[in-house]
């Protein structure tokens, strides 16, 4: 299994980014995914995720209402739109998958994209 997230970058206080992340070489049922992220010296955080049944999503609080997640599904792929974003949300963004078959449970990662807002 291979996520690959792209679209991050520097942007400045107030602008925009979308990020998106591409799964390749599933091979199991995907129960969700989502969008993490982890800033320097902190631990990673769940930013917002997004369920395969249904589409239902939720949010962490402090991106509410500037942040939106999205998916296509016959690309097994998510996108994070983010807007109006502030130096604090300055972090490298991970996209994360979760999944099952009878048997097990899967959980993987991607590499992880650098967004860097300036005041």
């Known amino acids: 299994v291979q996520l690959v997230e792209s679209g991050g970058g520097l942007v400045q206080a107030g602008g925009s980014l979308r990020l998106s992340c591409a799964a390749s070489?599933?091979?199991?049922?995907?129960?969700?995914m989502a969008w993490y992220r982890q800033a320097p010296g902190m631990q990673r955080e769940l930013v917002a995720a997004i369920r395969n049944g249904g589409g239902s999503t939720n949010y962490a609080d402090f991106v509410k209402g500037r942040f939106t997640i999205s998916r296509d599904n016959a690309k097994n792929t998510i996108y994070l739109q983010m807007n109006s974003l502030k130096p604090e949300d300055t972090a490298v963004y991970y996209c994360?998958?979760?999944?099952?078959?009878?048997?097990?449970?899967?959980?993987?990662w991607g590499q992880g994209t650098l967004v860097t807002v300036s005041e």
């Open positions: 070489g599933i091979t199991f049922s995907i129960n969700s």
């Open positions: 994360n998958v979760v999944g099952r078959t009878m048997l097990r449970q899967f959980e993987y």
